[in-house]
């Protein structure tokens, strides 16, 4: 049984806090703002997984004003880094100017440019690379991320569940949005059929894939 009242997701958004200090602060202007930023329930789970993970280097694509790169900074074991990828100017600044201000410029390298291709560009092996990007271009990256993705390492995809309408038949969602509809079922197939991967598909935020690479 899938869990969708609507009642039952707002009172487990009251109960869970905001981040704290600074990184709450902004968490709470990107809510407010309407900025697409991962949602509380998202956030926690991740707490959970990236804290008992202690990751030494992660992948972003996808970076919006940059509260998960800050976000999953805080659980970097020593030495580690966040690396994360978006294309947006505007995104772009705003990521910037918050991860100075959070203190996190040390920790954090940003890469300016096309996910697709700085994907396709990157070397070497991450422990944790979230995926929070155009949803549409799951599918494309997916390669890339199984080669940079370290064994044991974690593959996190956000939003996969297009507001719930990913369980429609095609005729029942929007034209516009059918394109995306039919790359995130071929993004989700791939991923539960892949041998090397060992994946299970949450409800929570707007749906997410937690995978881990076990050869």
Known sequence: MVISD???KNYIDGVLPLR???LGRLQEYGYKEGYPIIPKDTAALMAVLLSGEKPKNILELGTAIGFSACFMADFLAEGGRVTTVDRYPLMIEEAKKNITELGKSELI????????????SLRGEFDVIFMDGGKGQYINILPDCLRLLRKGGLLIADDILLDGEIGKDRLGIKRRNRTTWSRLRDFIDALVKNDRLETSILTIGGGMAVCRKVK
């Open 109 to 120: 390298r940003m890469i300016e440019g096309d996910i697709n291709e700085v994907v396709r």
């Open 20 to 22: 704290e200090g600074e």
């Open 6 to 8: 609507e009642g039952l």
